[in-house]
């Protein structure tokens, strides 16, 4: 696009273009008289411009807290996984809230072994709640009541499989050869707890077999879209929060890895002019 300056300093474009957004807000005057879609519009504005800014600004993943804990009970053959209470952003920019610790158990069936791995998954969800009764029911008998809240959600689900749609860092590749990153011992961080007949492996948290930390190749496979500003990268995908990976080794061990969830706390970046001024 080009433009020109006439003698009074305005500028006359020769050529442009313009569009609408995908967001609009209502706009009320006196004497108008008011319909439902008026005042959801009101609360969708702000709903929409917020998804739109942590979108973009943070993408998904987990905000804080959310841990994974896993623990073998050998007596009853049966594998507890616990999820600590945090927050989460979705693919869309929504938040996603576990006020509370959730434990869910996978039980030997049928005389097949527990899964060798398990993927730890959040969602968000909503329910409808608060019914009302309509001063006009339909006449064409249908509800006379409708929802007057949408009440936000989560679910958590294990599955054998990591989902294609899904947010969440690619898996951190093993060492060739072992090494240093070789599995943990009992005593160096796993426990065994129970009382007679009873043997619970307990995971230590945060450990694996592999490297302990994220590698400026596996950040930037991890990152690389959200860093550049492409805002593909940012609402690409949908469905599930990973959260962690539960795993027996081939030391048939428990592990969890933290190191596949998508980490998207904002940082506190010190004051660059703190050091302009010189100690007394």
């Known amino acids: 696009m080009s433009a020109t300056t006439t003698s009074t300093g305005r500028q006359d474009a020769k050529e442009r273009v313009c569009g609408t957004g995908m967001i609009s807000r209502p706009r009320f005057s006196p004497g ?129 499989e990591r989902p294609k749609e899904s947010c969440g860092c690619p898996e951190l590749a093993e060492p060739v050869g072992g090494g240093s990153t070789a599995s943990p011992r009992l005593d160096e961080g796993a426990s065994t707890v129970g009382g007679a007949g009873v043997e619970e492996h307990v995971a230590p948290r945060d450990s694996a077999p592999g490297p302990k930390l994220m590698t400026e190749t596996d950040r930037k496979a991890c990152y690389e879209d959200h860093v550049a500003g492409t805002c593909a990268g940012c609402c690409a995908q949908r469905g599930w929060l990973i959260l962690a990976k539960v795993f027996f080794h081939t030391d048939d061990k428990l592990y969890v890895r933290h190191g596949v969830r998508r980490f998207v706390r904002p940082a506190l970046l010190a004051d660059p002019l703190f050091a302009d001024i010189p100690p007394p």
């Not at 072994?113 to 608060?130: F, N």
């Open 32 to 160: 108008l008289l008011l319909l439902d879609d008026d005042l959801t519009a009101g609360v969708e504005y702000t709903r929409q411009l917020s998804r739109l800014l942590f979108r973009h600004l943070f993408g998904c993943g987990v905000v804080c807290g959310l841990k994974v804990t896993a623990r073998h009970e050998r007596h009853g053959d049966c594998l507890h996984v616990d999820v600590d209470a945090g927050l989460a952003l979705d693919c869309e920019g929504d938040p996603v809230h576990v006020p509370h610790p959730q434990r869910l158990t996978v039980r030997r069936e049928c005389g097949e072994p527990l899964p060798r791995e398990l993927w730890v998954l959040l969602r968000r969800t909503q329910q409808d709640c608060v019914p009302r009764g309509l001063a006009c029911p339909p006449e064409d008998g249908g509800s006379d009541s409708v929802a007057t809240r949408l009440r936000d959600g989560y679910e958590i689900a294990l599955l054998n």
